[in-house]
């Protein structure tokens, strides 16, 4: 630019800039940035808003934490439980027919949790057990943990839940040493033992990719990484996510007769991957899970797969009835409704989650507008036959 008319345009900027007489003063301008914590931008598209306050068809909800088993080398489970009628509230206002609670735990707590949660209300609420962590490092693992996973069922344990605790937190002296890895032989017998009682093994292996990459200014992740950071698992001596998948992906083709459903879409940033393993592994299933952040912002790659694998996708919601950190995981009826947005509409760019400031990554999602037919099967009809409700 030339000289002079650079000066020409600094004097046109500051007499826009200067305050006029008589005039009120202009908004406050931020001029040394805004602090991302602060940003809270408002979408300004016109679009048409849907609010589905009951699902098209009654829910199966395969993935809730009704209550939480005691954590590694810890005695007591961490919070109380919540209270079955306000659930049920819940449920019938927003047509959730059924939740699985697969946090049940095991031994006398699953019982305990068995007749609060299930034995009054055995049309709404079943449970899965999981396993003695805190016995691996005793010598007859194997055969015990084979055995209590027969004992759970036969009290009316429906399925497993395997935590991420396994790859990502289970040491081979509990709390310390190496790291046990996900196909590790000692659990041969148990995913033995559910493949011949059929009771299906709901597996969370890894996390968001993000998780595994530095907290730095490139991470999507970064804001949630910096209010969790111990959700990391990036450095240390962490297993990459694709060892922790491999890991799974062996354990899968070994027992080809048990169920697995990998849950949070087994790897939501990339589904040519899992399509990838759901062709290879016919035993191989998946929930939704706190991941329509991740299927709603590539909602044309998500709606091929829900067409593709209609009959192996769950819903469930990862829901929790305390946990103020996570809004996008509290139960209560925001969440079935945007869950019902995500799945029923075809909506453009919403909230992932009640909160102002997205919790896991700063974009907004698309609806899928799915058919009756794939709707019908992702909400029960997948749910019903894999927990061996339909004869
Ligand atoms: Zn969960």
New binding site residues.
Partial sequence: MHRRHWFQSIAALAAARAPLAGMSPAPEQPTEGLPLEKYEPRSMLHVPESTISRSRFPVIDI?T?LSFSTGLGEEKPPHENAKPEEVLAVMDRRNIRMMVN??AGYGEAFLQVRDYWHTPHPDRFLVFTEPWYNKAAEPGYARFQAEEIERAHRAGARGIKV?KTLGLYLRENITAGPLVKVDDRRFDPMWETAAALKMPVAI?TSDPLAFFLPIDRFNERWEELHAHPDWSFHGRDFPSDAELQEARLRVIARHRKTQFLC??VAEAENLPLVSEWMDRHPNMLVDI??RIGELGRQPRTARKFFERYQDRILFGT?AVPHGEETPQQILNDRLYEIYFRFLETEDEYFDYAPALVPPQGRWRIYGLGLPEEILRKVYYENAERLLGMKS
């Fill in positions: 993935h934490h697969l946090t935590l969370h849950l949070h899970a706190a990862d």
